[in-house]
């Protein structure tokens, strides 16, 4: 499943200086692999956009996916 977040960096750090929580969006795809061991892991993490803003800090739309067995 993808899940997703807004995070706003100090200036071009990697310092969180605020974050939504992980939104699950519901889109599941498949992987190539029925490892359930994988269960709960995070694969394909990735940044949607990115935005500088006026006060100089990065705003990031951030992603991941999900394993989830069923």
């Known amino acids: 499943m993808r899940w997703e977040r807004t995070v706003e ?16 969006t ?4 498949k992987i190539s692999s029925n490892d359930c061991a994988m269960n709960g892991a995070v694969i394909d993490p990735g940044v949607e956009t990115t935005e500088i803003l006026p006060n100089g800090n990065t705003r990031k739309e951030e992603y991941e996916y999900r394993v989830t067995c069923n």
């Open 26 to 29: 519901g889109l599941a795809q």
């Open 9 to 24: 960096y100090q200036g071009t750090t990697d310092v969180v200086v605020a974050t939504t929580s992980w939104n699950g």
